[in-house]
């Protein structure tokens, strides 16, 4: 086990930078979790720690000893990749021997290992089969054990989730949730899945363009996210964004967006006060905006009622989801699944105000903190 410290970390391909200046660490034990969209430098950077590819500036520590110069097989990791990358000629004991074997391990150590790894990772049966006769969460969990056997200081996995059908992916989370409790060693998982990253990571580091954009635990990402695109990454529906203008022609201070006006909350005066000008972008998760509901409760000074007219309506079992016609936007509220709400009906919607959020109307479109 042993902390890994990722310090201004370059990486450049000819004149496109895929890494910028990069910063964060995995602490000793801690699942770290790289995400981001297609391209943002998140498999890159796994591969820089690994020492797959040759960094262009910047510093990677293993322990406290820096590994920048050092062969990926002195890095003292292992790496679980997306397409597994099994032997397709050894059976599942020679595939967990075989990094062993090549580092003069005696066979009974070699023996001991393979079996406690098999037992965790419940493939104990499955060590003379090769791998054309497993199904996938059976060649990923062989792919794990290959791992689990090196006892690294670091283990750092490439999507490993992302070839397995949708239910065996919620079945693979559990268990690599479990074996990272069970092992209690540093892992650094790189993902696009938001939902893995969500369940899974104890901290996230979220990227774009090769750029951090915000790392914490993923309650603190969720919740607090420090530009509009942290808040519209992660969440499922994401965020709803709407650019507003601050109206005080009248008695009363109003946020005016392009299809309501709403009263100005006292939870938002400061962050207003802050904002560049009087335009700027709120922003609200869906499911702090309710529809049928009443309007005046519960904690109706925390609520705000609007009417917007219906356009979509889909219906999810345990809530509705309703898209609302606002301007040229679409605002996604949520509802009780007993609720009766038509396409085209005009509706009244309730705003939690202190759950919004102000954001400044230009890039990089951060979060004005109260």
């Given at each position: 086990m042993a902390k890994l410290t990722v310090k201004n970390l370059n990486k450049q391909f000819g004149s496109v930078i895929a890494v910028k200046d990069l910063c964060f660490e995995a602490e000793d034990g801690e699942f770290v979790v790289l995400i981001g969209p297609s391209g943002c430098g998140k498999s890159t950077t796994l591969n820089l720690i690994a020492g797959l590819e040759d960094l262009t500036s910047g510093s990677i520590h293993i322990g406290g000893k820096r590994v920048n110069q050092l062969h990926p097989k002195d890095r003292d990791i292992a790496m679980v990749f997306q397409n597994y990358a099994l032997y397709p000629h050894m059976n599942v004991y020679r595939n967990m021997a075989f990094g062993l074997s090549m580092r003069g391990f005696e066979k009974k150590e070699i023996e001991a290992r393979i079996k406690d790894a098999a037992h965790i990772l419940g493939i104990q049966d499955l060590l003379e089969r090769k791998p054309k006769a497993l199904s996938g969460g059976q060649r990923q969990r062989v792919a794990l054990g290959r791992a689990i056997v090196r006892r690294p200081a670091v283990f750092l996995f490439d999507e490993p989730l992302s070839n397995l059908d949708a239910k065996l992916r919620v079945q693979m989370r559990a268990e690599l949730t479990k074996l990272h409790r069970r092992l209690n060693t540093t892992m650094v998982y790189v993902t696009h899945d938001q939902?893995?990253?969500?369940?899974?990571?104890?901290?996230?580091?979220?990227?774009?363009?090769?750029?951090?954009?915000?790392?914490?635990?993923?309650?603190?990402?969720?919740?607090?996210?420090?530009?509009?695109?942290?808040?519209?990454?992660?969440?499922?529906?994401?965020?709803?964004?709407?650019?507003?203008?601050?109206?005080?022609?009248?008695?009363?201070?109003?946020?005016?967006?392009?299809?309501?006006?709403?009263?100005?909350?006292?939870?938002?005066?400061?962050?207003?006060?802050?904002?560049?000008?009087?335009?700027?972008?709120?922003?609200?998760?869906?499911?702090?905006?309710?529809?049928?509901?009443?309007?005046?409760?519960?904690?109706?000074?925390?609520?705000?009622?609007?009417?917007?007219?219906?356009?979509?309506?889909?219906?999810?079992?345990?809530?509705?989801?309703?898209?609302?016609?606002?301007?040229?936007?679409?605002?996604?509220?949520?509802?009780?699944?007993?609720?009766?709400?038509q396409h085209g009906e005009t509706i009244p919607v309730v705003f939690q105000v202190d759950k919004m959020h102000v954001f400044e109307n230009q890039a990089p479109f951060k979060r004005i903190l109260l």
């Open positions: 939902v893995e990253a969500m369940t899974m990571a104890t901290r996230i580091v979220l990227l774009k363009d090769g750029i951090c954009q915000q790392i914490g635990s993923p309650m603190e990402l969720y919740q607090e996210p420090l530009n509009t695109f942290v808040a519209g990454f992660l969440g499922t529906p994401p965020m709803n964004i709407i650019a507003a203008r601050l109206e005080t022609a009248g008695a009363q201070p109003m946020i005016e967006t392009e299809s309501f006006r709403l009263p100005l909350p006292e939870v938002m005066h400061t962050a207003i006060d802050k904002a560049q000008g009087p335009d700027f972008l709120i922003g609200i998760r869906p499911e702090n905006v309710k529809c049928g509901v009443d309007p005046a409760g519960p904690n109706p000074e925390n609520a705000v009622s609007v009417r917007l007219e219906v356009d979509i309506v889909e219906t999810l079992g345990s809530h509705i989801q309703v898209a609302l016609n606002c301007g040229r936007e679409k605002l996604i509220a949520t509802a009780e699944p007993v609720a009766r709400i």
